[in-house]
T-cell receptor
Framework: NAGVTQTPKFRILKIGQSMTLQCTQDMNHNYMYWYRQDPGMGLKLIYYSVGAGITDKGEVPNGYNVSRSTTEDFPLRLELAAPSQTSVYFC??????????????FGPGTRLTVT | AQRVTQPEKLLSVFKGAPVELKCNYSYSGSPELFWYVQYSRQRLQLLLRHISRESIKGFTADLNKGETSFHLKKPFAQEEDSAMYYCALKGSGTYKYIFGTGTRLKVLA
């Protein structure tokens, strides 16, 4: 049981390039999330999904796109990368939407630099 | 505005000393509060949630609705407690977290 896995671990992009950050979970969780964490800041929600085929915007969605074709995978697409997207990106998943056992499980993160 | 504030970026204490990591929040409804921890080279993981009223690794946190706080406490710090700690809020009926900026705890020998 690997939990939440993310690839790549590190990436350097040039301004204007595009890339996809991969996220996979093997816990059969319905809910998945993408966060970004800028230096000295808390995690900010980019997009989330409540199940296959359903996604919605979080707090900072501009410049990103997501899809959720399967329960396991939730890729994050960066189009036309900008220096402001330099950040550490975390994917997370949860079984429930709430309740006493609510918990998000996080991936190890992807460190992205746009130059 | 919905907000979680952790006023200390860094907190250094000596081993065996008490620890209190501060968390204040602003939320108009009924929040659920959590503490997450990230040890060196490990992923972010749940430490405790207020709804469970549990003690994990000697840490406790009480939700004070009057003061809108959820401070994390431990009576005797250990070196292995050194980590980054994040306070997070989830609104009742939602499934999205609002995170604080985190406090780095350093426990000195």
């Amino acid at each position: 049981n690997a939990g939440v896995t993310q690839t790549p671990k590190f990436r350097i992009l040039k301004i204007g390039q595009s890339m996809t950050l991969q996220c996979t979970q093997d816990m059969n969780h319905n809910y998945m999330y993408w966060y970004r964490q800028d230096p000295g800041m808390g995690l900010k929600l980019i997009y989330y999904s409540v199940g296959a085929g359903i996604t919605d915007k979080g707090e900072v969605p501009n410049g990103y796109n997501v899809s959720r074709s399967t329960t396991e995978d939730f890729p994050l697409r960066l189009e036309l990368a900008a220096p402001s997207q330099t950040s550490v990106y975390f994917c997370a998943s949860s079984r429930e939407a709430g309740g006493p056992a609510y918990e998000q499980y996080f991936g190890p993160g992807t460190r992205l630099t746009v130059t | 505005a919905q907000r979680v504030t952790q006023p200390e970026k860094l907190l250094s204490v000596f081993k065996g000393a008490p620890v209190e990591l501060k968390c204040n929040y602003s939320y108009s409804g009924s929040p659920e509060l959590f503490w997450y921890v990230q040890y060196s080279r490990q992923r972010l993981q749940l430490l405790l949630r207020h709804i469970s009223r549990e003690s994990i690794k000697g840490f406790t946190a009480d939700l004070n609705k009057g003061e809108t706080s959820f401070h994390l406490k431990k009576p005797f710090a250990q070196e292995e407690d050194s980590a980054m700690y994040y306070c997070a809020l989830k609104g009742s009926g939602t499934y999205k977290y609002i995170f604080g900026t985190g406090t780095r705890l350093k426990v000195l020998a």
